[in-house]
């Protein structure tokens, strides 16, 4: 497909490609020579629509080797997993198989919770054995009138669940704050940071709805180095020797919340067939390659996901991937490999548009915000459009909107947008506009 866009030139900037090599020490002075120091990063986006220019996208519906798809199950027995080997290979790195075995342990069932409104389970779920166990802390409410199994959303929050609801009865737990020189700094949950007000499961449970959290911390620590603490170290992998194709910290996100759902398959006051999954910025990145990889996800709502997530890589506007994989960033969410695109993005073998089709045909709505350039709203809904030929596939509508949609208006069918006044985060609209979505394809009568 050809879209006129934006667009700077494709690739990184000068001012990131520069590699400054340290000279060597003098052989009577025995010190070692300096390893090679890398430019510091420069925050410099394109933000003029008049810049992007012209690119191609890769097709979702052609094979390797060439050949059209046009039935499902062409999609499903050959599309479909030569994608989704791609986006392992070249940007999330590869799940390893036979991971630790997981015991979960709900320590707390249905008790009554928020005046009332509901019942709250919590749950440990034990990652490993003996010493070096990691535990992953879910917190559950479900409806306190519900007669049976109800959906639940499941989101992956930067915030312990102590700070996230203003309910007494939640686990403290813990919070990563990062390093301290070589040291990981780890505090009770309550000295964490809250991002925004406390968050009320009531939007969700008035309709019918239950809503699961998790803190991704609790899963893997969020900083360079962090791997040792979480559960990736249960696999063997050390993020200092991580090579090609060796998974990144958003792998193990995912890998943690497809065993979160493991257990609400388990919960006698939870639909299992009916959860979806939602998270905020590179957690929304994070939701979007759980989905791909775990079909189990029922609806998929990732919010200002941005490069690496639903925005087009080839559109070069807002962030890039040579911005993510600037080694004073990101780079250890994602596969090494991922940085060699950062400058030669016309030749990276996916874009957005192909993760987003590895949703189909389960129900995906895109959260993005008017004024957050940086993760190119414009971009998520040019995927989107991009996505649609594979959702047809499956008889779906698709996001069904020749037009931008407009703010504050859930827009789409099987796959929708909705865009809320301001820039990167969550707002309470949005809460609105996913459980709005659930209720539909969820059919849920309230």
Not at 51 to 78: I, R
Not at 318 to 331: C, N, V
Request: glycine share 12%.
């Amino acid at each position: 497909m050809r879209f006129t866009a934006s667009g700077r030139r494709l690739g990184m900037s000068a001012a990131l490609a520069a590699i400054l090599l340290g000279g060597f020490a003098m052989a009577w002075a025995q010190e070692p020579a300096p390893k090679p120091a890398h430019a510091p990063f420069v925050l410099n986006p394109n933000n003029n629509e008049a810049l992007v220019g012209y690119y191609n996208l890769p097709d979702p519906l052609k094979t390797l080797d060439g050949n059209p798809v046009t039935s499902v199950k062409a999609w499903e027995d050959v599309r479909r997993p030569e994608i989704l080997n791609l986006f392992a290979e070249n940007q999330f790195g590869r799940t390893p198989a036979n991971g630790p075995p997981v015991r979960a342990e709900a320590w707390e069932k249905a008790v009554p919770a928020l005046d009332g409104k509901a019942r709250r389970t919590q749950v440990r779920l034990h990652v490993g054995e003996g010493d070096n166990a990691r535990v992953i802390r879910v917190l559950v409410y479900t409806p306190a009138d519900a007669r049976g199994p109800v959906p639940v959303v499941q989101f992956l929050n930067f915030t312990p669940n102590v700070l996230m609801v203003e309910d007494s009865g939640i686990e403290e737990g813990m919070v990563w704050t990062g390093r301290d020189g070589e040291a990981r700094v780890r505090k009770p949950g309550r000295e964490g940071r809250r991002f925004g007000p406390p968050f009320d499961p009531n939007v969700f449970l008035k309709k019918g709805i239950g809503v699961a959290m998790v803190y991704y911390g609790d899963i893997d620590p969020d900083f360079a180095g962090g791997t040792e603490d979480g559960v990736r170290a249960l696999f063997g992998t050390e993020d200092a020797k991580r090579t090609g194709a060796d998974w990144g910290t958003i792998g193990g996100w995912s890998w943690g919340m497809s065993r979160v759902l493991d257990y609400l398959e388990t919960d006698p006051n939870v639909d299992g067939k009916r959860v979806a999954i939602t998270g905020v910025s590179r957690l929304g990145k994070t939701v979007l390659w759980t989905a791909a990889q775990d079909r189990r996800f029922a609806v998929v709502m990732p919010i200002v996901s941005g490069e690496g997530g639903a925005a087009l890589s080839r559109r070069d506007y807002g962030e890039t991937i040579a911005d993510l994989m600037h080694p004073d960033r990101y780079p250890y969410w994602f596969a090494p490999n991922y940085a060699k695109w950062g400058d030669k993005v016309d030749r990276f073998p996916v874009d957005s548009h192909m993760l987003l089709s590895l949703i189909a045909p389960r129900p995906l709505l895109l959260v993005v915000g008017s004024t957050d350039t940086w993760s190119d709203w414009r971009g998520e809904y040019l995927a989107a459009r991009a996505a649609e030929p594979v959702y047809a596939l499956y008889g779906k509508r698709g996001l069904n909107a020749p037009v931008e949609p407009a703010t504050g208006k859930l827009t789409g069918e099987t796959i929708a947008f909705f865009k809320h006044e301001g820039g990167h985060g969550v707002f309470p609209p949005d809460y609105e506009a996913m459980g709005t979505f659930m209720q539909k394809h969820f059919g849920l009568a309230r």
